[in-house]
């Protein structure tokens, strides 16, 4: 059975019988409900169920590349931020400050040499003016000047090589920043890339979901009804009714159903992801009119293969549960659904979900004299004869009625929203973790038809 139907499966059973997963709600009190997606296999169920492990290996791609997505994005914007704050290598912006400290310092100097030149040229010309300066004063000013000038130009040359230096730390500087600018270009298709094998590993964990249904869609073609006794034994088989209907105006070709059943939580019982939901399953078997044989769901035969209803047509099925001798009183849950394939390629999965509850009783201890198990010939209706459809392409109904009552549409549960809500969290929990588990192993078969 497919990952998509097993979310089906699970709302249906939610919505339908919230009162029942109502003596749970202690254990869903502080605990949200874990998906489909986050149930992990127990040990060794990597070599028993390979689909599911599969299932598991496309949910870890998607993760991967949902991370390699966000990682790509922080190291964009990590290095747009870097950019805009001129955040280059340790090396080049030290120097760089450093050429500036220079450029700063011998512009200083050749500023205090250009002052020192100009009072010295200032000197000089007032004793050129002064009668009274001495020859010897006039030589020594003219010196002052000529070693003022001297000074002037060592800061020029200073402040020039300053000017270099600064000028090719600035280049290094923006030859940086263009480099991780060009860094951020390739980012913008590394992270292109990197979404489309995102959307690749999305796409290809839908399709596993989808089950290779392809464009089948849920529709009201097949509807299936459960009915069975309110209390079951541990330890004793336990029979139940199933009947699948064709209600649509056409004929339905390789019809099939699905059944599985599990133990619901106990009151105050913790459920979380280390929860070993396979312990909660209930063997099913089945018999029919024309499958005499009581007949298991296993991996080669994962569902119950009706064939072909005509227009108005029904199947009818016993199923036998078996709860396990140890298992403790509690609650469980059988749940069915219907799908069809037809050979024109029309397809579809029935929208309507059936379930039925019981009470589970614990084993009794005195021994009671052992009662014979009934068999497919005394639990099976006797076949009535078929309707069949005029015209050139006749067809029969397969399989027979059954007198044994059956539960109506899941429209007459009148469960509310708050109940419903409830369901839905402890539902997610249950049916997704023992649906899974047991449903994903049948898929095995199901995935090579």
Known sequence: MKIRRILATAVAAAVTTPVVFLSAAPAFADTKPTPASTQKTTPGDEDEDPDFAEYEKLLAAVTKAEEKVKALKAERDALVDDILAHNVSPAVKAEYDAAKKAVEDATAAKATADTALAAAKDALAKLETDPAATPEQKTAATE????????????????AAADARLEKADTARDDELVEM??????????????????????????????GGFGECEEDDSIKVALSGPKTVTAGQSASFSLRVSNTSERTLENVEAY??????????????????FSKRVIPVEWSS?????????????????????????????????????????????????????????????????????????????????PTPEPTPSETTATPTPAPTSGGNNTTTQQGGSSNTPVNGSLAATGAN???????????????????ALVIARRRKAGTKA
Do not use: M
Request: aromatic fraction near 6%; include cysteine.
């Open 144 to 159: 002052a000047v000529t070693a003022a000038e001297a000074k002037v130009a060592e800061a020029v040359t200073a402040k």
């Open 417 to 435: 929203e708050n109940l419903t809500q409830l369901g839905l969290a402890a539902a997610a929990t249950v049916a997704l973790g023992a649906g």
């Open 289 to 369: 009119a024309d499958n005499l044989e009581w007949t298991p769901f296993t991996e080669e035969f994962d569902s119950i293969e009706v064939g072909k209803l005509v227009k108005g047509g029904h199947y009818d099925v016993k199923l036998r549960l078996t709860v396990p001798a140890d298992a403790t009183a509690g609650k469980g849950v059988a749940f069915s659904v219907g799908e069809y394939d037809n050979n024109d390629g029309d397809c579809g999965i029935g929208e309507q979900f059936a379930q039925t509850e019981f009470d589970i009783l614990a084993a009794k201890t005195d021994k009671p004299k």
């Open 181 to 210: 600018t060009r860094k951020t270009e390739l980012l913008k298709g590394r992270i292109k890339v990197a979404e489309q094998e995102l959307a690749a590993a999305e796409k290809a964990l839908e399709e596993f979901e989808e």
């Open 259 to 276: 059944v599985d059943a599990v133990r619901l939580p106990e009151p105050g019982e913790l459920i979380d992801d280390e929860t070993d």
